[in-house]
C-alpha cells in the first residue's frame, strides 16, 4: 500500500521525552476520509501509553485520541464527507465487526487509534500528535461549526466517557447525579449531566472546589471526608460517576445511593483498595459498574447535542514543543481542565 510521509511528535521509549519525528500515513482507500489536524487534547491515556505505565506500548509511540481537524482528500465511495468539512477522530479507527453499535466492547477488539494493530501497514497505528490522518469514513465524526474547536477536543474522549454512562443509566430532567473528582473527565459528567437537566452534586475530598463546580453546573458540593456531610446525602443518588483515575475508597459513595442504583467506574482500572463492603449493596440492591468511552454513533450523538447545548471543555491551548512539560503538570493535576495542543505549532 502507498504511503506519505507525515511530521509528528512521539517517543521512542518509556523515559524519553516526546519529539519531532516523521511517521507514514497510508493513502485514502475508497472507503477513508484524510484529515487535517487543527486541534488534539491530551488525556491521561497519552501519558499512560507514552511511558508504557499499563505494558504493551510499542514504539515509536505516537499519541492523541481526541482529535478535531479539517477534510483535506476523500475516497472514491466516500458519501459522508466533503472536502473542507469539519471532522473528528476519537479513540477507534476500526472495528473487527461491520454491524456493532457499542465497537468499544465488542468481542472481536477494536482497532485503538493509537499503539494497535494497523492491518493496513502491518505496523502499530499513530495517533493525533500529527500532522494528519487517515481513517475509514465510518469512524469519522462530524463537528458541530458553532462550537469553540480547540474545546471541541477533549470531547471526543473525556465527553463520550461521561456522556455514555448518563444515557445508558437514562439520566434525565429531574435525575440526582453525583461526580467523584473534578478534573478532565469530573468537569464534563458535571456539564453533560447539567444539559441533559440533572441536579448534580460534586464529590470532593478536600474544600475549595465549591466555586468552579458550581459555575460548571453542579448545585451543591460534598466534602466526602466529612462524615456528617456524607450522612446528609444518604440514599439520595440516581447514578454516581467516579471518575478518580487511582485506586481510592468508594465504600462511603454507597451509602449515598438511592436503592436500585449504580456507581459506575471511567478513571480506574486495576483492583480496589480498600476492598469493596458488599453489604449495602446486597441490602439496597445497589450496583457498581464500569464503562468504557463510547460507541460512534454514541459519540456523534453526544457531539450533536453538545452542538445544541453549546457545551465544550475547559482548555488550555498549548504548542506541540510543550507537552513534555504539560506531561509532568498533568501528573501534578495542574490544568483546568484539559490540555488542548494547537497543531499549528508542529509547522514551526
Known sequence: MKTTN??????????ADLMQ??????????????????????????????????GGTKYPAVPGHEIVGRVTAIGAEVTK???????????????????????????????????????????????GYSEKIVAKESFVLKVPANLDLAAV?????????????????????????????LGGLGHMAIKLAKGLGADVTLFSRTPGKTEDANKLGASNVVISTDKEQMKAVANTF????????????VNPYITTLKTNSTLVLVGFLGELNPPLNTAPLVLGRKSIAGSLIGGIEETQEMLDFCGKHNIVSDIELIE?????????????????YRFVIDMNSLKK
Open 21 to 54: 519525528m516523521d511517521i507514514e500515513r497510508r493513502e485514502i482507500t475508497a472507503h477513508d476520509v484524510e484529515i487535517d489536524i487543527l486541534y488534539c487534547g491530551v488525556c491521561h491515556s497519552d501519558l499512560h501509553t507514552a511511558r508504557n505505565d499499563w
Open 153 to 181: 477536543a477533549p470531547l471526543l474522549c473525556a465527553g463520550v466517557t461521561t456522556w455514555s454512562p448518563l444515557r445508558h443509566w437514562n439520566v434525565k430532567k429531574g435525575s440526582k447525579v453525583a461526580v467523584v473528582g
Open 320 to 336: 506541540m514543543q510543550d507537552i513534555n512539560v504539560a506531561y509532568e503538570r498533568m501528573l501534578k493535576s495542574d490544568v483546568k
Open 81 to 127: 464527507f466533503e472536502i473542507g468539512d469539519l471532522a473528528a477522530i476519537g479513540c477507534m479507527v476500526e472495528c473487527a465487526c461491520p454491524n456493532c453499535k457499542e465497537e468499544q466492547y465488542c468481542e472481536s477488539g477494536f482497532t485503538a487509534t493509537y499503539n494497535s494493530h494497523d492491518a493496513y501497514l502491518n505496523q502499530q497505528t499513530f495517533g
Open 238 to 249: 440516581d447514578l454516581i460517576i467516579d471518575t478518580v483515575p487511582y485506586a481510592h475508597d
Open 6 to 15: 507525515t511530521k509528528a511528535f512521539g517517543t521512542i521509549a518509556p523515559d
